[in-house]
C-alpha cells in the first residue's frame, strides 16, 4: 500500500476528518488532501513523526520501512494525546537530547522524570476513578 493511500484508509478508519488530522499534525487540511491525492511526494521528518502520531501509526509503517502496521497503543501516547486535546505538545529532541512541553504559555524544558512522574499520576488517577465508580455502580454480568 502506498504512503497516500495509508494516510486516507487509516483517517477513514480512525472516523477522522481532514481538519482534524490536519490539527493534530500541524498542517492545513488541503495539506492532508494533497498527501492522500500523492500531491507531495516528500514529507519532512518532522512532518512524517505529526502524520504518524495524528494516525496512531508509527513512521516506520507509514513509510513503508516495514512490511506490518505498528499501531501505538502504549500508555504514554494516550497521555500524550490527552495533552494534545489539552492544547499541550510533547516535543522530543533526540539529537540534542531535551525534552520540551510546549503550550499556550510557552515553552518548558523537562525532563524524562517529569513525563514518567506525570504519567505515573495519571494512571493512578485513572485508577482511582475507575474504583470509584465500580464502587458505585450496579454490577453488571451474564
Do not use: C
Amino acid at each position: 500500500m502506498e504512503f497516500k493511500d495509508k494516510i486516507k484508509n487509516r483517517r477513514l478508519e480512525l472516523g477522522l476528518t481532514l481538519e482534524e488530522v490536519a490539527k493534530a499534525a500541524g498542517v492545513s487540511a488541503p495539506t492532508i488532501l494533497r498527501y492522500e491525492n500523492g500531491d507531495i511526494k516528500n514529507v519532512r521528518k518532522d512532518k512524517i513523526k505529526a502524520l504518524a502520531d495524528a494516525l496512531q501509526l508509527t513512521p516506520t509503517y507509514l513509510m513503508d520501512w516495514n512490511e506490518h502496521p505498528e499501531i501505538k497503543r502504549s500508555f504514554d501516547y494516550y497521555m500524550e494525546m490527552q495533552l494534545h486535546l489539552l492544547g499541550y505538545k510533547i516535543i522530543y529532541d533526540e539529537e540534542d537530547a531535551y525534552i520540551v512541553l510546549k503550550g499556550k504559555e510557552g515553552e518548558f524544558e523537562i525532563t524524562q522524570e517529569d513525563l514518567e512522574e506525570l504519567s505515573g499520576e495519571l494512571q493512578s488517577f485513572l485508577n482511582f476513578k475507575i474504583f470509584d465508580l465500580m464502587q458505585n455502580s450496579r454490577k453488571f454480568g451474564k
